[in-house]
């Protein structure tokens, strides 16, 4: 098993080693706090990894009941928030080979009546940003959303660093392309 990546700088601590421990060994309350905060946590990345699509719900509850079934196998009560997220990057990150490997058949969602939408700008980012391929969205992710290092981007995917680099930059240059934006001379 792969040691998680340490927390970024700005990352906020909603549960301390006490309650960790304490829904290690059983306390219901304790378990019901972290859940709560690791969701509340977890959340918008799995909205950034997903698109902002509803499959973020989804996503979320996995990795959670991943968490649930696995806590007692965390060592190191500390590192609960980096762990959670490496599930949750792990989950999207199968879920979307396997959704590779089966066909699917999506119904869009109906044009909905008298919704304002956001700024045109923003979605076609968002809209650019889902035709990426999952490990680029996830690195794009983590890298400008989660204010991860390009060294912890790589060691949260298991990949070089280098590859990391290289990676970030071809995934830019297709976000602008698709964006219709000249690349920096």
Request: charge should be neutral; proline fraction near 4%; hydrophobic fraction near 40%.
């Amino acid at each position: 098993m792969r040691e998680p990546v340490s927390e970024p700088a700005n990352a906020h601590r909603g549960s301390d080693t006490a309650t960790v421990t304490a829904a290690q060994r059983g306390d219901d309350a304790a378990l019901a706090r972290l859940v709560r905060t690791l969701a509340d946590e977890l959340m918008p990345l799995a909205s950034a990894l997903t698109g902002g699509s509803g499959e973020a719900d989804a996503l979320l509850g996995d990795a959670l009941s991943r968490v649930y079934e696995r806590l007692g196998q965390l060592e190191e009560p500390a590192a609960v928030h980096a762990w959670a997220r490496t599930i949750l990057l792990r989950r999207f990150l199968d879920q979307r080979r396997w959704l590779r490997r089966r066909p699917t058949c999506r119904i869009e969602a109906a044009e909905s009546v008298g919704v304002t939408t956001a700024d045109p700008a923003l979605i076609d980012v968002r809209e650019a940003v889902k035709t990426l391929d999952h490990r680029d969205r996830a690195l794009l992710v983590l890298h400008y959303w989660e204010h991860f290092t390009i060294a912890e981007c790589a060691r949260e995917l298991g990949i070089p660093e280098g590859t990391a680099k290289s990676r970030l930059n071809r995934a830019l240059l297709r976000l602008r392309k698709r964006l219709g934006d000249k690349p920096d001379e």
